[in-house]
């Protein structure tokens, strides 16, 4: 079974800080990663889809990485701002099912 | 392409009741899953569907949880006599599936269930 780990579990930051999210998975036969973001008692927003051919995608301040041979993944913010404050989630997808670590939750505060 | 609703937002239910879910996904979707989340924790698989057929459910679904998804459109999860331990949020995802970029998962904002 594919066990997920996400450090830091919580991260609180002044606006305009680039910052790391870290992501590790235990099986690094994937097919693809997903970083997601959830607000509060909301559902998850797909932020990035790596395929497990790619090293790295990006989309406007995000950029994400993807090490599958070493089974990690990092997610990068840059100039972050007040609204990126939430849950940032990443999910490894093998055997048809996307596994979930328990996210960061990050604070950009103004 | 009006994303994937859910059906209710909150349920609250005394311990012992049948509560029933709506997922409806966005169309042309083949798949559908059923994940469940509770407080500070990720989302945990339940059940998949690729169209109508149910491909596999995980052992966190008891005999009191039953899915379905009719004709392969929209789907319904049902929890008979609950119990407080089912208290969680209940989130339905949908994509294209396939492969590649197909596997993109788009998520419902969840059913959030109370047992008291």
């Known amino acids: 079974k594919q066990e997920v780990t996400q450090i830091p579990a919580a991260l609180s930051v002044p606006e305009g800080e680039n910052l790391v999210l870290n992501c590790s998975f235990t099986?690094?036969?994937?097919?693809?990663l997903q970083w997601f973001r959830q607000d509060p008692g909301k559902g998850l927003t797909s932020l990035l889809l790596?395929?497990?051919?790619?090293r790295e995608q990006t989309s406007g301040r995000l950029n994400a990485s993807l090490d599958k041979s070493s089974g990690r993944s990092t997610l990068y913010i840059a100039a972050s701002q007040p609204g990126d404050s939430a849950t940032y989630l990443c999910?490894?997808?093998?055997?048809?099912?996307?596994?979930f670590g328990s996210g960061t939750k990050l604070n950009v505060k103004p | 392409d009006t994303g994937v609703s859910q059906d209710p937002r909150h349920k609250i239910t005394k311990r012992g009741q049948n509560v029933t879910f709506r997922c409806d996904p966005i169309?042309?979707?083949?798949?559908l899953y059923w994940y469940r989340q509770t407080l500070g924790q990720g989302p945990e698989f339940l059940t998949y569907?690729?169209?109508?057929?149910?491909?596999?459910k995980s052992r966190l679904l008891s005999d009191r949880f039953s899915a379905e998804r009719p004709k392969g459109s929209f789907s319904t999860l049902e929890i008979q006599r609950t119990e407080q331990g089912d208290s969680a949020m209940y989130l339905c995802?949908?994509?294209?599936?396939?492969?590649?970029?197909?596997?993109?998962?788009?998520f419902g904002s969840g059913t959030q269930l109370s047992v008291l």
């Open positions: 995802a949908s994509s294209l599936g396939g492969g590649g970029l197909n596997e993109k998962l788009f």
């Open positions: 099986d690094s036969a994937i097919y693809n």
């Open positions: 790596i395929q497990s051919s790619q």
């Open positions: 999910a490894p997808y093998n055997f048809n099912k996307f596994y």
């Open positions: 169309s042309e979707h083949n798949r």
């Open positions: 569907f690729q169209n109508e057929a149910q491909l596999e």
